[in-house]
């Protein structure tokens, strides 16, 4: 997953793929709330959702 998200052209495809599967940004936002990750990207809740990888704030992931 980190591959794909790297790369600008397949990360909106990912995203654009889980929007026509019914999770889009709305509902990606309310994942976030959920998971007590409000600081979070979206990488970040779809590792948690897929691996059970621990959240991460966006300044963490830029520190």
Do not use: C, H, N
């Not at 990488?43 to 992931?61: G, P, S, W």
Request: net charge negative; no cysteine.
């Amino acid at each position: 997953m980190r591959e794909i998200w790297r790369d600008p052209t397949t990360r909106e495809r990912l995203l654009s793929d889980l929007s026509e599967a019914g999770y889009d940004a709305e509902k990606l936002d309310s994942m976030k709330e959920l998971i007590d990750a409000k600081d979070s990207d979206a990488y970040d809740v779809l590792a948690f959702v897929a691996y059970a990888v621990e959240t991460r704030t966006l300044i963490q992931a830029r520190g």
